[in-house]
């Protein structure tokens, strides 16, 4: 059974920084990533890295924030630095099975980032 847990959420101040975690088991992954929903928006891709370390970015979070990933310990990462009060969100973790292509999700860690 698939399980992908996140850590690293909290409240935090304009300018500040916070590191994201999530551990996927049950299975091997292509990509993994994060993705952010914020109240009456849709969710949206924030980054996404593959098993070789090909990452991309969504534009209003790049120079900001940086996704890396251990292949031995299935585990991403989501450094996120100058944070902004428009970053406010759920940040949900996904992981893509390597066979069969399907989506994971994790159950979400709330960032604040106050004015």
């Known amino acids: 059974q698939v399980q992908l847990v996140e850590s690293g959420g909290g409240l935090v101040q304009a300018g500040g920084s916070l590191r994201l975690s999530c551990v996927a088991s049950g299975s091997i992954f292509s990509t993994m990533g994060w993705h952010r929903q914020a109240p009456g928006k849709q969710r949206e891709l924030v980054a996404a890295?593959?098993?070789?370390?090909?990452?991309n970015y969504a534009e209003p979070v790049k120079g900001r924030f940086t996704i890396s990933l251990d292949n031995a310990k299935n585990t991403v990462y989501l450094q996120m630095n100058s944070l902004k009060p428009e970053d406010t969100a759920v940040y949900y973790c996904?992981?893509?099975?390597?066979?069969?292509?399907?989506?994971?999700w994790g159950q979400g860690t709330q960032v604040t980032v106050s004015s």
């Open positions: 996904n992981a893509d099975a390597l066979l069969s292509g399907v989506r994971h």
């Open positions: 890295i593959d098993r070789r370390g090909s990452s």
